[in-house]
């Protein structure tokens, strides 16, 4: 399940694998406040013991607590199959840093989906999943935009300026530097 704002995605598959010991797992990926994911799957030996026709309660809103907004940061927040054309910016949660936007990749168990997810968080970089590539049968693989590197350059006076470098730029740089 992957939540962000009011949206939220529940990718869901079942079925027989060779691979696996009995087993439930939950792992909460990336934890509230901001985009939220839990992954939840089980293993088990007898003949039909996958018949379930719910889920379990792997969200529960009630337990969790109304998070104090932000007054300085807001972030396009949204979860779609696809693409999130037009995502709406929304006031983060207290306790978020940064803005996020990626895509999960989620192949396997009769699913070959992609996800963009979009939202407040406090997790650095690309790593909502925690470096977690597989749930169950399915592989799921984190894609980021590719952003050019931002240095952070500090002034006398102790003002702070950013240069965005381009890594092909700065080796050509530097090549014409040493020449």
Known sequence: MIKAGTNAAILTTKGCSSE??????????????GIMIVSYSSYCEDSLCNNRVN????????????PNTSVTLHCPTCVALGSCLN???LPCPSGTTRCYQGKLKVTGGDIDSTLEVKGCTSTLGCRLMSGILTVGPMWVKEMCPHQSTIQS???ENGATTWFPISFGRLELLLLLLLL
């Open 55 to 66: 889920l379990p309660d792997l969200w529960n809103p009630s337990i969790l607590p109304a």
């Open 153 to 155: 350059r500090n002034i």
């Open 87 to 89: 995502a709406p910016s």
């Open 20 to 33: 696996g010991t009995q087993a439930v797992t939950f792992v909460q990926h990336s934890p509230p406040p």
